[in-house]
């Protein structure tokens, strides 16, 4: 299982601020760590809710492993600018589905209801479909 240290490295790496076999310096790993966690509180506002704590840097990610890869993608992005970067075109298509898969998992899915006064027309109740 991946930590919080393992998703910001790779994020680091693929916006090339921490080339291979490169360890991520400790003012980095401060900054990128309180990136991360700042972007998955964020999430909420955008519809996503992850339930997300405070990750330290040694804390095992706490999403599913098939979603490493667009946070990661996400992340970089995120820190690109702040590193003065700026994501190529695969880490930015990686983002955008890592984002669309997270909203697919943790997005609520509110339920339609219709008042009863536009069911009814005169005597017969009316039933009508969304789906066609």
């Not at 921490?18 to 401060?30: C, T």
């Not at 298509?93 to 697919?104: F, I, Q, T, V, Y």
């Given at each position: 299982?991946?930590?919080?240290?393992?998703?910001?490295t790779h994020a680091l790496k693929?916006?090339?601020?921490?080339?291979?076999?490169?360890?991520?310096?400790?003012?980095?790993?401060?900054?990128?760590?309180?990136?991360?966690n700042q972007m998955m509180f964020?999430?909420?506002?955008?519809?996503?809710?992850?339930?997300?704590?405070?990750?330290?840097?040694?804390?095992?990610?706490?999403?599913?492993?098939?979603?490493?890869?667009?946070?990661?993608?996400?992340?970089?992005?995120?820190?690109?600018?702040?590193?003065?970067?700026e994501a190529d075109a695969q880490?930015?298509?990686?983002?955008?589905?890592?984002?669309?898969?997270?909203?697919?998992?943790?997005?609520?899915?509110?339920?339609?209801?219709?008042?009863?006064?536009?069911?009814?027309?005169?005597?017969?109740?009316?039933?009508?479909?969304?789906?066609?």
């Amino acid at each position: 299982m991946a930590t919080a240290a393992d998703i910001y490295t790779h994020a680091l790496k693929r916006i090339r601020v921490v080339g291979a076999g490169e360890p991520v310096s400790a003012e980095d790993a401060v900054d990128a760590l309180a990136a991360l966690n700042q972007m998955m509180f964020s999430w909420k506002v955008g519809g996503v809710d992850t339930n997300h704590t405070t990750l330290l840097a040694t804390d095992d990610f706490p999403l599913e492993p098939e979603f490493e890869r667009g946070v990661i993608a996400l992340l970089a992005v995120y820190l690109a600018p702040l590193w003065g970067k700026e994501a190529d075109a695969q880490t930015q298509m990686d983002a955008e589905s890592g984002w669309n898969s997270l909203l697919a998992s943790y997005s609520p899915i509110n339920l339609l209801t219709v008042d009863v006064g536009l069911q009814r027309v005169g005597d017969a109740m009316r039933r009508y479909s969304v789906l066609g």
